[in-house]
Structure formats: structure tokens, C-alpha cells
Antibody, heavy 121, light 108 residues
Framework: QVQLVQSGAEVKKPGASVKVSCKAS????????MHWVRQAPGQGLEWVGM????????TYAQQLQGRVTMTRDTSTSTVYMELNNLRSEDTAVYYC??????????????WGQGTTVTVSS | DIQMTQSPSSLSASVGDGVTITCRAS??????LNWYQQKPGKAPNLLIY???ILQTGVPPRFSGSGSGTDFSLNISGLQTEDFATYYC??????????FGQGTRLEIK
């Protein structure tokens, strides 16, 4: 059964950087895009970006362009999301999610457990 | 970018009731519409894709309908475990992925 296991909670100061990892089990890693979605306290879901683990191609949410970087390590089946120049509004739970194709539709069917990132001085 | 608008933003109902949540896309997305359920402190869980196809393991009291710009998520015979927040998003034209603002379903 496919599982995505994320790294632990982080507390950072404004202006710092954070790097969150998401390790995939099974053979899903190179065959599926991986997305990152965040959720600020009491708020809805916000898409952060996506990475193709095979070639490393990335697409980021426009509002985070220039601050976010997604990478992958195929040897460990792990994807990473790094966010720089952190602001208080980046405080959120960050989720990774696997995208697959089901009956010609693309869905995010498996999610990590979430990583809480707190930005506070 | 295609925007998604959900309504209502919150909803109160009793166990056994039926409810309907709607999602409207700013452009035609055919049937490329997904619904997710999220419980407090948990990751979202895929319920329905292709507007009306139940994800494996999802109880049949959940159903989805619609095409084009207007979609509905229906839950019949509410169970206590159904009280959660529900989100939609389209997969017709991505990226970006834009979620609806969510509908919080509460126990009356």
C-alpha cells in the first residue's frame, strides 16, 4: 500500500528557510506527479506546487514563485519542498499528495500526514 | 486560471438528514471535478472524481453530479463520521490547482 511519510514539525523565525520532506513507499515514486498543498490555521486548502519525480520538472503557485523550490531524490523516493524568506502568513500545515490517473481523470489519491510549519519571532 | 466557488460555506444538519453542497467553476470543466473530505487534524481524503465516480471505499450515501460549470455533492442519511469540511477542485485545466473555499458540515 502506498504511503507518504513527511518530516516533523518546524518552528522558524521570519526570514528563515524551511525544507520539508515527503518519502514515498512502493513503486509509485517515478510514475506519479507529487503535489504540495498547504493549509493555514482555520483556513482552506492552498496549492503550493508540483514536481515530476522522473525529470524533476516543477510548477509553482504564482504567489510563491521565487520563494519555493521543489526537488527530489530518486534514490530515496523522497521529494522536498523548500520555502525561503518565511513570513508569518506561511504558518500552515504542509501536505504532500500523490497524483495519479484514474479513468482518464487526475486525482490526488494519497496524502502525507502533514507537517506543521510555524513562523514566529 | 479557473476559479471555484462553493456554497454554502457552512451547513448544519442532523444525523440521518440529506444535504447538498454545490461547486461552481468559472469556466467549463466538463466532468473534471473532484471532491475531498477533510476531518479536523487530518489530511484531505478523495471522495469523488470525474464529477460522479466514487473513489474505492467511499460509502454509496455519497454521490456527485454535474458537468460544465455546476456541480453537486450529495450526502444522504448523514452519519456522525460525515461531519467534516468538503472541498472541490477541477482537474480539466491545471496547473494551477485551485480549491473551492470549503463547506463545513456541522451537527445540528
Amino acid at each position: 500500500q502506498v504511503q507518504l511519510v513527511q518530516s516533523g514539525a518546524e518552528v522558524k523565525k521570519p526570514g528563515a528557510s524551511v525544507k520539508v520532506s515527503c518519502k514515498a513507499s512502493g513503486d509509485t515514486f517515478t510514475s506519479s506527479y507529487m503535489h504540495w498543498v498547504r493549509q493555514a490555521p482555520g483556513q482552506g486548502l492552498e496549492w503550493v506546487g508540483m514536481i515530476n519525480p522522473t525529470g524533476g520538472h516543477t510548477t509553482y503557485a504564482q504567489q510563491l514563485q521565487g520563494r519555493v523550490t521543489m526537488t527530489r531524490d530518486t534514490s530515496t523516493s523522497t521529494v522536498y519542498m523548500e520555502l525561503n524568506n518565511l513570513r508569518s502568513e506561511d504558518t500552515a500545515v504542509y501536505y504532500c499528495a500523490r497524483e495519479i490517473r484514474q479513468q482518464n481523470y487526475y486525482v490526488m489519491d494519497v496524502w502525507g500526514q502533514g507537517t506543521t510549519v510555524t513562523v514566529s519571532s | 486560471d479557473i476559479q471555484m466557488t462553493q456554497s454554502p460555506s457552512s451547513l448544519s444538519a442532523s444525523v440521518g438528514d440529506g444535504v447538498t453542497i454545490t461547486c461552481r467553476a468559472s469556466q467549463n470543466v466538463k466532468t473534471y471535478l473532484n471532491w475531498y473530505q477533510q476531518k479536523p487534524g487530518k489530511a484531505p481524503n478523495l471522495l469523488i472524481y470525474g464529477a460522479s465516480i466514487l473513489q474505492t471505499g467511499v460509502p454509496p450515501r455519497f454521490s456527485g453530479s454535474g458537468s460544465g460549470t455546476d456541480f453537486s455533492l450529495n450526502i444522504s442519511g448523514l452519519q456522525t463520521e460525515d461531519f467534516a469540511t468538503y472541498y472541490c477542485h477541477q482537474s480539466y485545466s491545471t496547473p494551477p490547482i485551485i480549491f473551492g473555499q470549503g463547506t463545513r458540515l456541522e451537527i445540528k
